[in-house]
């Protein structure tokens, strides 16, 4: 057999998952004829030995075997560096001897300082007990001898730190001269056993490789009042131990790590009882938020949770619309994959009760014919960032809200408050009451303003809303979910305001905590 030849087989594309890749590396061979061993080198220590493939595309050659090789090396030094790092060591160390000789000096000062006050004061008191005082030259004496401990204290202090970030300075070169020292990496390269006639020859060699991942990210700019480019952008990190420059990238949402199994069902059980006598006279009411669940192939451990790209549960495979460098450094790249423009009319909306803010919003429709992937989007306004929001996953045609953050020339500001309803030989009447103030120091517009007042699920608590005294005209609602809605134009300067109240009535045998 023929000794072993190290040949150049560049990675011309990479196919990335959501917590790996495959790396494709092709070339062409003149093949000599006969066996013969070929090294590619360098590839990625961390590949999956049991991934290697080899295909080739043209020529007659069989591949008798494939396997990874991997050894510990020294890395090469960068230059002088071991020089530089040698020398700014013996200059720190020579600084931190000065500044503890310094230090000492400082120290003998305070101590005799100390000494000389501590001796005047047994003077003053052995005068004292003789009779003697002259208080005006002993209170001139102690403050001169305290002024000079303070300053001696001062001067100890300040060297001190000086000598303890000498100290850390030292002790961080020294650490990194060491690591300079034992810089040992390990380096792989995979070997080919290939045997047939000579010619030309097409191969490429496949492996997987931990360490590299992508996660879909976007990029919406408002172009002037009415236009929006949203831009779909892939997010990639890799730290193999090789570059990967110049690559066609590919970007898939399959999870090759969470197996082909559906999870196991849980059995919920289910028991009666029979009510006491006090639960069926009287009912105990709550009051309870109520959001949309989503449901996902976890148990409920974050810890087992798949990794968090929503692709709508059918795998979706992007490109980079050019080829890609990614150094292996573990540093984010981003590579735009999709761009949607259109045309929009932002409108304004303010729900007070979430928070004290107007925000602005457009609605676009996904125009593509790829989906949307669930990502963060980085809004950008004015030439500036504006903001961080998120789009769901959007199939085409399908429309969706986009966020443009808040509007902070409009001023909001939020009360609730209970009114007594006093009634001459009838019960009295709680009111809630919910308003809302805002004010636009900039440009008029409409703004959307949702208040909102509790959902009854049970016949014998009912919700009442009074639409005539205490609310405010041109209400819309309360819908099926308890959300009244009014179009508020505002002018400059201004205020407007929003007020709705409701009160709770019950049966007797009904037990309802205050909901505020």
Sequence with gaps: MSPDVTVSLPIRSVTLTEDRGVVSRRGRLDWPGGARAIVIRPVAPVLVDASLQCIVHDGDLQVARIAAQRQWTRRPLDGDAPAAVAARAEQLNQTLHDLTQTLRRHQTQRARAFSLLHRYAEQISWAATRGEADLERWHHDLNRLEGVLFDALELEIAQSDAVHDAREALTALQLARTRLEERWQMTASIELLLDGPAGAAALEVRYLVPSAMWRPSYRARMDGPDAVELTALATVWQRTGEGWSDVALSLSTARPAAGAALPPLHYDRLSLREKSAEERRVIQAHFHEQSIEKTDLTHGDSAQALP??????????????????????????????????????????????????????????????????????????????????????????????????????????????????????????????????????????????????????????????????????????????????????????RPETRTLAFRLDRDSNVQLPDPW
Aim: aromatic share 4%; hydrophobic share 40%; proline share 8%.
């Design 308 to 493: 968090g790209v929503d692709d709508g549960g059918e795998v979706q495979r992007r490109s980079a619309r050019m080829p890609i460098d990614v150094p292996s450094d573990g540093r984010p790249r981003q590579v735009a994959v999709d761009r949607l423009r259109a045309t929009v009319t932002p409108r304004y909306l303010c729900v007070p009760e979430r928070k004290a803010l107007v925000f602005a919003s457009v609605d676009l429709t996904n125009t593509l014919t790829a989906p949307l992937l669930a990502g963060p989007v980085t809004l950008i306004q004015d030439g500036g960032p504006a903001g961080v929001g998120a789009v769901p996953f959007v199939a085409p045609g399908q429309p969706f809200t986009l966020s443009l953050g808040s509007q902070d020339d409009v001023s909001v500001t939020y009360t609730r408050r209970a009114e007594v309803e006093r009634r001459m030989a009838l019960t009295d009447r709680r009111w809630l009451v919910q308003t809302v103030e805002l004010v636009s120091t900039g440009a008029a517009l409409s703004v959307d303003v949702v208040l909102r007042v509790p959902v009854s699920e049970l016949a014998q608590v009912r919700v009442v809303v009074d639409r005539e005294k205490r609310s405010s005209p041109n209400m819309a609602g309360p819908d099926a979910d308890g959300h009244a809605r009014w179009t508020v134009a505002l002018t400059p300067n």
